[in-house]
């Protein structure tokens, strides 16, 4: 007979859904707002550049062309980051964040408890066959010989500080390694 797992409380998942991951959209669309005002403050100065150049009497049409290739380019970017891509990639960005931060067991993860050599079989759903290898050979590299690399829901080889600083955060796991953290 199996023995079930213990599952973390509900109200620690909604809290830390309702912390961490709040958190980071908003840092997600602090850092693309950011970079929405910087690709438009270029795209304006080439615009002025453009009209400089291009409407003058000593014909640079090579310069020109550039200009306008390199002004389409940052159109192009700036009508991509405005579409209503927003709710699609808030809605991604939560999945990861539940999956890696209010995950009290990893499941679905490479750091799910269980034989090392082998993925996990929620975890094998959501890669591609031709990445399997490479997952394998991480897995086994974060497990070793031991069959859990989890201590109270979050990676072992995580620094104490940032384990502490994490739960400050409203986070109840970490399933993602030491170079995520950085």
């Given at each position: 007979?199996?023995?079930?797992?213990?599952?973390?409380?509900p109200?620690?998942?909604?809290?830390?859904?309702?912390?961490?991951?709040?958190?980071?959209?908003?840092?997600?669309?602090?850092?693309?707002?950011?970079?929405?005002?910087?690709?438009?403050?270029?795209?304006?100065?080439?615009?002025?550049?453009?009209?400089?150049?291009?409407?003058?009497?000593?014909?640079?049409?090579?310069?020109?062309?550039?200009?306008?290739?390199?002004?389409?380019?940052?159109?192009?970017?700036?009508?991509?980051?405005?579409?209503?891509?927003?709710?699609?990639?808030?809605?991604?960005?939560?999945s990861?964040?539940?999956?890696?931060?209010?995950?009290?067991?990893?499941?679905?993860?490479?750091?799910?408890?269980?034989?090392?050599?082998?993925?996990p079989?929620?975890?094998?759903?959501?890669?591609k066959?031709?990445?399997?290898?490479?997952?394998?050979?991480?897995?086994?590299?974060?497990?070793?010989?031991?069959?859990?690399v989890?201590?109270?829901?979050?990676?072992?080889?995580?620094?104490?500080?940032?384990?502490?600083?994490?739960?400050?955060?409203?986070?109840?796991?970490?399933?993602?390694?030491?170079n995520?953290?950085?």
């Amino acid at each position: 007979m199996k023995t079930r797992k213990r599952r973390s409380n509900p109200k620690n998942r909604k809290t830390c859904i309702n912390t961490k991951c709040k958190t980071v959209l908003k840092n997600f669309h602090k850092i693309k707002e950011k970079s929405n005002k910087s690709i438009e403050k270029k795209y304006k100065k080439l615009l002025q550049q453009e009209k400089q150049i291009c409407n003058s009497k000593s014909l640079n049409s090579e310069n020109c062309q550039k200009l306008k290739e390199e002004i389409g380019d940052l159109k192009y970017l700036l009508d991509q980051n405005n579409k209503k891509q927003n709710q699609k990639e808030s809605k991604s960005i939560l999945s990861f964040c539940k999956k890696w931060f209010c995950n009290k067991t990893c499941k679905g993860t490479v750091y799910e408890d269980g034989n090392p050599d082998e993925l996990p079989k929620s975890f094998l759903k959501k890669i591609k066959e031709s990445d399997q290898d490479s997952w394998k050979k991480q897995r086994k590299e974060i497990f070793g010989e031991k069959t859990s690399v989890l201590k109270d829901g979050f990676y072992e080889g995580l620094k104490k500080e940032d384990i502490v600083k994490l739960q400050k955060e409203g986070a109840i796991s970490s399933c993602v390694g030491h170079n995520s953290m950085k």
